[in-house]
Every structure is written in C-alpha cells, then in structure tokens.
C-alpha cells in the first residue's frame, strides 16, 4: 500500500505558476503510475497529466496542454506537477493519484493523495 501526500497548492494571480509536489510513503513510486486530477467545487474530479512509471511516457488532458507539466523523481519518490500561465478556472481541490495501469480514468486509480487547494485570483 502506499500513501500520497500533496504539497505546494495556494493562492497566486492569474498568468503565474505554481508547483505541486506529491510525496510517497510505503511503496516506492516505481511501482505505479502516477497522475494528477483536480475537483472543482460542484464538479466531477477531472483528470489532468499522467506519467508512466518509468517516466517515459505522458498524457494531459487538452485544457491544461502546454502549460502544465507532469514529472517524477522516483529516487526521491515523488511526483510533480508544474503548471504555468494559470488561469481563474484552474482554481480547484488538486489531488495525485497511483495506479498499477497508466490510464487517465478515475476508476482506474487505485490510491488518492488528500488534495491540495489552488486558488488563481484574477
């Protein structure tokens, strides 16, 4: 089993940048595929970069395209996610997620961090 922490999340104006950081314990990360999703209030979790377990591979999802980057350091067994040029509509609850399957769906997540707030004023 393995145990995700998010870090990083706060409050920043429109067109800066923020990194969030996502912590493992119990399992290193190389065991699993990683991603991101947020959940605006009112709104379904949606999903946002994937990385593979290697790292070799990515996928984002088309709103976040460009300006976010999905990475991982498995030596220090964290994932990061840096997101740039955001916008008042990324304001969310972001959360990482582990899978045994690099996949962009929901249900294919078998362990979810807490979730950290971002807020982008405009």
């Known amino acids: 089993q393995v145990q995700l922490v998010e870090s990083g999340g706060g409050l920043v104006q429109a067109g800066g940048s923020l990194r969030l950081s996502c912590a493992a314990s119990?399992?290193?990360?190389?065991?699993?595929?990683m991603a991101w999703f947020r959940q605006a209030p009112g709104k379904e979790r949606a999903f946002l970069a994937a990385?593979?377990?290697?790292?070799?591979?990515?996928n984002y999802a088309d709103s976040v395209k460009g300006r976010f980057t999905i990475s991982r350091d498995n030596a220090k067994n964290t994932v990061y996610l840096q997101m740039s040029s955001l916008k008042p509509e990324d304001t969310a609850v972001y959360f990482c997620?582990?899978?045994?399957?690099?996949?962009?769906?929901?249900?294919?997540?078998?362990?979810w961090g807490q979730g950290t707030q971002v807020t982008v004023s405009s």
């Open positions: 997620a582990a899978s045994n399957i690099f996949s962009a769906r929901v249900d294919y997540m078998g362990y």
């Open positions: 119990g399992r290193t990360l190389d065991n699993y595929s």
């Open positions: 990385i593979s377990r290697s790292g070799i591979s990515t």
